[in-house]
């Protein structure tokens, strides 16, 4: 019986131990959500530059839906500010993008006076945890649609500012199931 106990908790210590090995959220802006940036705040691309994103991890854009949308862009329309020109429009003011592919991605408001007041954010996803370069392609790859319009899925529940919450708890729910596997099975 205790052995029967114990390989069941033992297997549960593994799912949450892969559960927290996965991917992460991150809220785009923290508190402050997709907005433009604050003459003394840091601006989403410093943000990006401190994050290491992995494929499979989420962007969540939070926004208010009447008043702003999020462009995924060319470099091109990124440097330029250029908001009729997208790949994908995102306004249902909660946005949850996957990072699926490594390299660059760029975004920027729907609001071009916005994007002009540094309200825009470069992703750099490195490649796969093999240890393969983290370099990103000289060109991002487009996705096939252009112009499209994407909505985006709500947020998870339980959503800090990072969301590396998740990965946390997960961990932390291994080592507690890992200990008690231990002490059962002795």
């Known amino acids: 019986m205790a052995s029967s106990f114990g390989l069941g908790l033992g297997l549960a210590c593994f799912v949450l131990l892969a559960a927290g090995a996965g991917a992460t959220q991150y809220k785009v802006g923290g508190d402050n959500g997709w907005a433009v940036p604050d003459a003394n ?4 691309n410093t ?24 462009l995924l862009v060319e470099p091109s329309d990124y440097n330029a ?3 009729s020109s997208y790949d994908k429009k ?16 760029f975004f920027i408001s729907g609001v071009e006076a916005n994007c002009r007041a540094n309200e825009k954010l470069i992703v750099m996803v490195a490649g796969s945890s093999n240890g393969s370069s983290g370099a990103p ?3 991002p790859n487009a ?11 709500p947020p998870a529940a339980g959503n800090d500012k990072n969301g590396a919450s998740f990965t946390v708890a997960g961990f932390v729910a291994s080592i507690v199931g890992s200990v008690a596997y231990a002490m059962l099975a002795f």
Do not use: M
């Open 41 to 44: 705040g840091e601006s989403f």
């Open 137 to 139: 392609p000289s060109t």
């Open 90 to 105: 995102f306004e249902d003011g909660s946005t949850s993008f996957t990072l699926d592919r490594s390299g660059a991605f």
């Open 81 to 83: 500010c250029n908001t």
């Open 47 to 70: 943000w990006a530059e401190k994050t290491s994103f992995q494929i499979g991890d989420e962007l969540l854009f939070v926004y208010p839906k009447d008043k702003d949308s999020v």
């Open 143 to 153: 996705p096939a649609a252009k112009n499209s319009t994407a909505k985006g899925s």
